[in-house]
């Protein structure tokens, strides 16, 4: 019974707001617009189930408020950085580079929270991956020391997502 339940709704919520979204958007509750948005919300999550990472296995919540809210300051900071240096000029232009990112962080679910973190921070541009997972590729805006980057990027964001994610464990 389980099985046939876990196969027809795979992804719940994602059915739910799928339904809804429909209505919401068609401005129509007939008949009509209630079985396409139900034949949405069941057939769009049972079709892309392959296209959605693994299970997220989350842990550690106090964690990840704090790196969200470092994050939200870290954002705050950058666009300060950014803004200063598309207002420079001369010699205090921005040398933007790429830099290697090793990665510890292995799973999906985390290296999707880092590749948005990187996204998001303005300056920073999650660019590529290893196909092993093993480095990350990052443009950066401003480079000033390397190693100093690296160094914080795995430490104020990938350390908490290795203990979220992967309970703690660093490989």
Known sequence: ??????????????SVALVGLWLVLN???SAGDWLMAIVL?????????????TTVHFSK??????????VGGDVVGSNLRVLKGTLASGEKLPEG????????????????VL????????????????????????????????????????????RPLIEIFQSGSTS
């Open 61 to 70: 919540p106090w964690v990840a408020i704090k790196l969200f809210l470092r």
């Open 97 to 112: 580079t790429f830099i290697v990112v090793p990665l510890d962080l292995r799973d999906p679910n985390g290296l999707a």
């Open 1 to 14: 019974m389980r099985t046939l339940v876990n196969r027809l709704f795979p992804a719940p919520l994602l």
């Open 115 to 158: 590749a948005a973190i990187m996204c998001v921070l303005p300056g920073t541009i999650w660019s590529e991956m290893a196909l092993d997972r093993s480095a990350l590729l990052v443009h950066i805006f401003h480079l000033e020391d390397e190693q100093a980057e690296i160094a914080m990027i795995k430490s104020r964001y990938e």
């Open 27 to 29: 401005r129509s509750y």
């Open 41 to 53: 919300g069941l057939g769009a999550p049972a079709l892309t189930r392959s296209l959605r990472p």
